[in-house]
């Protein structure tokens, strides 16, 4: 087995692949540190790897834009994502990208051993119950899209700024504020600044 390791994080990279030698014996693992490099060492190899493991927050391409560039290069390898988030957004948007599984970087040893298992025997990993409260949130709250003006309302909202300030900040009036928090309010059913933006952050819609 060769599994190609994708973080920047050295001493989780480091950790990894000797959890995977000494765990999933006998294998052979490759260390990159960004998108780029792997996309590098995936066009000078022979043989693709069995499993690609990879950081979804990576410098410069994010591992989610490093999974759509990896199926344009027809990379047939399987891939698992390894994050200190544990966002169900983001579980759930590396899924939608491609990726076989999706495990937080605080999962004991054991657990990340049996999710790459699982992956490897062609099936798919989240922890346990994070696929139904996933599938859930969607039902819950479909096709929701917001305007460029309410991202960046929420943007600033989220930085403790109130109506006043945001709406110096953005050259707009503060009733014009309240009336895009109305309307944000109404699409994710909730009463209040706080209860708003969990539920933004929970769907990975809060721009960084």
């Given at each position: ?24 014996a006998p294998c052979e693992t490759t260390q990159v ?127 403790g700024m109130s109506n006043k300030v945001i709406a ?12 895009h928090l109305r309307d944000v309010f109404r699409l ?21």
């Amino acid at each position: 087995m060769h599994y190609l390791i994708v973080d920047d994080h050295l001493l989780f990279a480091g950790g990894l692949a000797g959890l995977l030698e000494q765990s999933l014996a006998p294998c052979e693992t490759t260390q990159v540190r960004t998108a780029e490099e792997a996309e590098q060492v995936l066009n000078e190899m022979d043989d693709q790897p069995d499993l690609i493991l990879m950081d979804l927050n990576l410098p410069g391409i994010s591992g989610l834009t490093l999974i759509r560039r990896l199926q344009q290069m027809c990379i047939l390898s399987p891939v698992m994502m390894i994050s200190a988030s544990d966002s169900l957004a983001d579980a759930g948007k590396a899924l939608d990208h491609g990726a076989l599984g999706y495990l937080p970087k605080s999962s004991p040893p054991e657990v990340l051993v049996k999710a790459i298992q699982d992956v490897l025997n062609g099936g798919t990993y989240l922890p346990e119950g994070w696929l139904e409260l996933i599938e859930s949130q969607k039902q819950e709250l479909p096709d929701i899209r917001l305007t460029p003006r309410q991202q960046e309302i929420l943007h600033l909202l989220a930085q403790g700024m109130s109506n006043k300030v945001i709406a110096s900040e953005l050259d707009i009036s503060e009733n014009t504020i309240k009336g895009h928090l109305r309307d944000v309010f109404r699409l994710f059913r909730v009463t209040n600044r706080t209860a708003c933006l969990n539920a933004v952050r929970r769907l990975g819609l809060l721009p960084e």
